[in-house]
């Protein structure tokens, strides 16, 4: 069973940055890894993806602020995470096929 831990929420002020990092304990990043939100009281929704040719898709309010990327080396996908916004506060979870990580919560606030 791949597992998978996320890391690097925390509280940050409006138009800060923060980095989001997935830790897989197998190699599937390679072939596809994603990033989740759930807002409270919100479905989840997909944030952003990357496949195995490193093509990388943005939900339209992630676009020009977020960027994915992924180390194979090291089996980890990151979320960089610019300008911050209030409306970005959520628990963010990386997923990759089957497998979901426990989430991690950014709180965006003054």
């Known amino acids: 069973q791949v597992q998978l831990v996320e890391s690097g929420g925390g509280l940050v002020q409006p138009g800060g940055s923060l980095r989001l990092s997935c830790a897989a304990s197998g190699s599937i990043f390679r072939i596809y890894a994603a990033w989740y939100r759930q807002a409270p009281g919100k479905q989840r929704e997909l944030v952003a993806q990357i496949n195995s040719s490193g093509t990388t898709t943005y939900a339209d309010s992630a676009k020009g602020r977020f960027t994915i990327s992924r180390d194979n080396a090291k089996n980890t996908v990151y979320l960089q995470m610019n300008s911050l916004k209030p409306a970005d506060t959520a628990v963010y979870y990386c997923?990759?096929?089957?497998?979901w990580g426990q989430g991690t919560q950014v709180t965006v606030s003054s």
């Open positions: 997923q990759s096929f089957q497998h």
